[in-house]
Nanobody
Framework: QVQLVESGGGLVQPGGSLRLSCAAS????????MAWYRQAPGKQREFAAF???????KYSVSVKGRFTVSRNNAKTTMYLQMDSLKPEDTAVYYC???????WGQGTQVTVSS
């Protein structure tokens, strides 16, 4: 069983940066792929970024080139570095343990001047 806790959200101005963390408990982290999703108000949850156990990554078109997903297996933590943030990046960000379809509680990111 795995539990996920996101942190690092907040209010940032357009053009700014934030780093989100997803801390995983349990033994199912090192060999498992993880993902970040986000859900804006009134919209469906959408894929943002993916990282597998080898460190291979994929991104949605909307965040590619601005966001970077990474992981630290020793700390059983996944990260999402978000740069050049835009108002349309405002959403609740969730991490997912893909194999078990486990989700964290989400962390709010608001991009506004």
């Amino acid at each position: 069983q795995v539990q996920l806790v996101e942190s690092g959200g907040g209010l940032v101005q357009p053009g700014g940066s934030l780093r989100l963390s997803c801390a995983a408990s349990g033994s199912r982290f090192t060999n498992y792929a993880m993902a970040w999703y986000r859900q804006a108000p009134g919209k469906q949850r959408e894929f943002a970024a993916f990282i597998n156990n080898n460190g291979d990554t994929k991104y949605s078109v909307s965040v590619k080139g601005r966001f970077t997903v990474s992981r630290n297996n020793a700390k059983t933590t996944m990260y999402l570095q978000m740069d050049s943030l835009k108002p349309e990046d405002t959403a609740v960000y969730y991490c997912q343990h893909i194999a078990t379809n486990t989700w964290g509680q989400g962390t709010q990111v608001t991009v506004s001047s």
